[in-house]
């Protein structure tokens, strides 16, 4: 039993240290492992994306802090805000600029309510966010969406400031 709690003990710290693997549901109700690293700045990349093709790990780091940036939603809310439609725009324009790229969009919520009740509200701000971008042309198959819900925060503080930055949407660049 002693070893059992040590070996258990031990999976669970390598597991937190590893890379993350998700495992996403697409449109086919086929599911699919995604690995994705995060680098020190806090972006996400898709590892097996990357090998091979075009963007470098600089080019996509730029990206992610210019054109890539995160969609907010308010409270309990799944619409597109009118201040972030024109960033939606030019990652719209650079998709379609890119046709070889695809991209994960993450929903994520604040911490407040369910963890079943914030995993839908996550898959809600993806899929509105994937449905806007539909809008602008981009092509549905170079998309896939996941929810988080409130299991991937980015502030952890009890306070407004960290419930807007948690209520996101978030880009994972496949190329």
Request: hydrophobic share 35%; charged share 30%.
């Amino acid at each position: 039993m002693k070893y059992l709690v040590v070996i258990m003990s031990f999976l669970v710290f390598a597991a937190g240290c590893a890379d993350k693997d998700t495992t996403i549901r697409d449109d086919s109700q086929k599911q699919k492992t995604v690995k994705t690293q995060r680098t020190d700045d806090g972006i996400n990349i898709d590892k097996e994306g990357i090998s091979g093709k075009s963007l470098t790990d600089e080019q996509i780091k730029t990206l992610m802090q210019t054109v890539f940036t995160d969609v907010h939603f308010a409270y309990n809310k799944y619409d597109i805000l009118d201040e972030d439609k024109q960033s939606l725009r030019a990652k719209a324009d650079w998709l379609l600029k890119n046709p070889a790229i695809t991209i994960l969009i993450e929903g994520h919520c604040d911490d407040r309510g369910s963890s079943e009740y914030n995993l839908a509200l996550g898959d809600q701000r993806a899929q509105s966010v994937a449905s806007y971008l539909v809008s602008l042309g981009v092509a549905a198959e170079r998309m896939e969406t996941i929810s988080f819900g409130k299991e991937k925060p980015l502030c952890t503080e009890q306070n407004d400031n960290c419930w807007n930055a948690n209520r996101r949407a978030h880009f994972v660049l496949n190329r």
